[in-house]
C-alpha cells in the first residue's frame, strides 16, 4: 500500500518570518493520527529558518526548484547540496510555472532531476497537460511525453525516491478542479506508462499525487481515488487550518 504524500508548495508566498509561523502553527495543528508524509515547500529564502522551525517533527521541506550544476559561475541559481544543506530533503522539478511562465523544457527538467537523484535527494516530478491540449485531446500524449522524458532510463534503485505530480495546468490556481473521474484516469494512464518502464512492481510502488485546486473540500473525494497517492497543494496549503483539511482527506 502506498503511504499517501501531502505537499503545500508556497510558491513565491510567505517571508521568513511569515513562513516560520505558519510552520509552527501546522506542527502544532498537523492531525499525528493520519499515516501520511506530510511537507512544506517555501520559497528559497524561508527554508532554512522553516527547517528549523519542524526540527523534531515529521514535517519534511523541501525546495521549488533546484539547478543541476554542483557550483560555479551560474548567477542566481541553487545547487543540491545548498539545499540540503539548508535542511530540505527534496525538491519539485517541472511545476507547470516553471514550465510556462519560465520557459523550462522537458530536457531541463531531467538534468534537474538527475541532479537531485545524484544527490541522494528526492524529487517531485509535475506533469500536466493544458486546457488546449485536453480539449484537442491530447492529454495522453503530452503525460506520455513529459514522464518518458523525465524518468525513462532511471535506475531502478533512484526510482524509490521519485513522486510523480499530476497537475492539469488548468486546474492549478483556477478554482476548477479536476474531478476525481478525470484526475484518477489521469493517474492511471501514468500508473500504466510507469509499468510500461519499469515494470509492475516498481510501477505500484511510485506514489501519484494530484495538484491543481485540492481543498479541504474535495481532498477527500480525490485521495480516495485508487491511483491518488496524495495532493501537491498551492493556495489551500498557506493557511494551516486548510492545509490541516486536506491532511484529514488522506486518512484511509
Ligand atoms: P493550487 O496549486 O493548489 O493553488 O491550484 C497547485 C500547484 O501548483 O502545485
New binding site residues.
Given amino acids: 500500500m502506498r503511504k499517501p504524500f501531502v505537499a503545500g508548495?508556497w510558491?513565491m508566498n510567505k517571508t521568513i518570518s511569515q513562513g516560520v509561523e505558519l510552520a509552527k502553527n501546522l506542527a502544532e495543528k498537523r492531525p499525528s493520527n493520519v499515516d501520511a508524509d506530510i511537507a512544506v515547500i517555501p520559497p528559497f529564502l524561508a527554508i532554512p529558518s522553516v527547517a528549523r522551525a519542524l526540527e523534531g517533527t515529521p514535517i519534511r521541506v523541501g525546495a521549488q526548484d533546484v539547478y543541476w550544476e554542483e557550483s560555479g559561475a551560474f548567477t542566481g541559481e541553487i545547487s543540491c547540496g545548498m539545499l540540503r544543506d539548508a535542511g530540505c530533503s527534496f525538491a519539485?522539478v517541472g511545476?507547470?510555472?516553471r514550465r510556462h511562465v519560465l520557459g523550462e523544457t522537458d530536457e531541463i527538467v531531467r538534468k534537474k532531476l538527475d541532479a537531485l537523484l545524484a544527490a541522494d535527494m528526492d524529487v517531485i516530478l509535475?506533469v500536466g497537460e493544458t486546457l488546449e491540449e485536453r480539449e484537442a485531446d491530447q492529454t495522453n500524449s503530452r503525460l506520455d511525453t513529459q514522464v518518458k522524458s523525465g524518468l525513462q532510463g532511471v535506475s531502478e534503485t533512484l526510482l524509490s525516491r521519485v513522486t510523480v505530480?499530476y497537475?492539469p495546468v488548468w486546474?492549478?490556481?483556477?478554482?476548477r478542479?479536476a474531478t476525481e473521474e478525470q484526475a484518477q484516469q489521469a493517474h492511471a494512464f501514468i500508473r500504466g506508462l510507469l509499468t510500461e518502464m519499469f515494470g509492475q512492481q516498481k510501477a505500484q510502488a511510485i506514489r501519484i499525487q494530484y495538484?491543481?485546486?485540492?481543498?479541504p473540500s474535495n481532498a477527500k473525494g480525490l485521495l480516495s481515488q485508487p491511483d491518488v497517492d496524495g495532493a501537491?497543494?498551492?493556495?489551500?496549503?498557506l493557511d494551516a487550518d486548510s492545509f490541516t483539511g486536506i491532511i484529514e482527506g488522506a486518512r484511509r
Wanted: some cysteine; proline content about 0%; charged content about 15%.
Fill in positions: 508548495n510558491k519539485l511545476h507547470s510555472e509535475c505530480a497537475e486546474a492549478i490556481g483556477t478554482g478542479t495538484g491543481g485546486s485540492v481543498k501537491l497543494v498551492g493556495g489551500a496549503a
